[in-house]
């Protein structure tokens, strides 16, 4: 169920802020903001987004692996490291399958064409996932908040960096979501009747947090979305600063709330996906 709620929220995604003029302005307003301000994040934007080449995802898919197997879970090693290869591998297809319309919103970059989804979001998500379920039950909590703070930066750092649009990277993490739960899924179904999950296990406290961060930040999103609807009949390039700023700030909200969204669902779970006990 978590997997098809999150497959259907990509494709409401996909299809209104690719395949509709009305998204496409509001993307294109909330990407032409990310220049107020940059100067003074340009450093950490450069530093974030550099840091992820293809020899860092190897690296740590390696490393992630490895640290379900010294804990002697090789169900969850290989699972862990498919789901990181296949939320990846997925979102580079969508990317070049996806076919963008060009209604004339966003000449600069009508050439590049489709950009949905964002491989760097997808890749920081994954990682943030992956390692929330490999880690031991006592850091699971810690490392699930750790990790969607990581995620969310990356993904607004690809808006801020002027490389995706805000639709781009909400729509990797919807994937990664989708993926996660299907991972999930699978686990359950190969350690039933092995290990039964220990209440104490659950990260009740990471959850809730995470969940009440996410519903904070997607309202302040949707707040500001039906602000900057309000103005779509002037160019982007003609808007004042605050309403691009209002469009900016709200769209980065939205994609710290997918971000905390999604993984208030890894860590509601884990403790049933992963038992403390292996066969």
Excluded at 9 to 35: I, K, S, Y
Excluded at 225 to 246: A, I, M, N, Y
Excluded at 250 to 260: D, F, P, R, V, Y
Excluded at 268 to 279: E, I
Aim: charged share 10%.
């Amino acid at each position: 169920m978590l997997a098809a709620a999150q497959v259907a929220a990509f494709l409401l995604v996909w299809r209104f802020f690719v395949d509709t003029e009305h998204g496409q302005r509001l993307d294109t307003v909330a990407l032409n903001g990310n220049t107020i301000g940059l100067r003074h994040v340009d450093e950490l934007v450069g530093s974030v987004l550099n840091a992820m080449s293809v020899a860092a995802l190897v690296a740590t898919t390696v490393a992630i692996g490895f640290i379900a197997l010294i804990r002697g879970r090789v169900a969850l090693s290989v699972v862990a490291t498919v789901f990181i290869a296949g939320a990846n591998a997925s979102v580079q297809f969508l990317k070049y399958a996806i076919q963008r319309p060009d209604f004339g919103v966003d000449p600069e970059r009508a050439a590049a064409g489709n950009s949905l989804p964002s491989g760097h979001a997808a890749v920081a998500m994954s990682f943030a996932v992956a390692l929330a379920l490999v880690l031991p039950p006592r850091t699971r909590g810690a490392g699930a908040v750790l990790g969607a703070g990581y995620a969310a930066l990356v993904g607004v750092a690809t808006l801020s960096a002027g490389w995706h649009r805000p639709s781009d990277a909400v729509a990797a993490m919807l994937v990664v979501g989708a993926w996660a739960a299907a991972a999930g899924f699978l686990l359950v179904g190969l350690q039933r009747g092995h290990a039964p999950h220990a209440g104490e296990d659950a990260h009740r406290f990471a959850a809730r947090a995470l969940a009440l961060c996410a519903v904070a930040l997607l309202v302040a999103a949707a707040v500001s979305l039906r602000l900057t609807d309000q103005v779509l009949s002037t160019p982007p390039d003609q808007l004042s600063r605050r309403r691009q700023l209002v469009a900016y700030a709200g769209s980065a909200a939205g994609i710290a709330g997918t971000a905390c969204l999604v993984m208030a669902l890894v860590a509601a779970t884990v403790h049933r996906v992963v038992p403390r006990r292996a066969s």
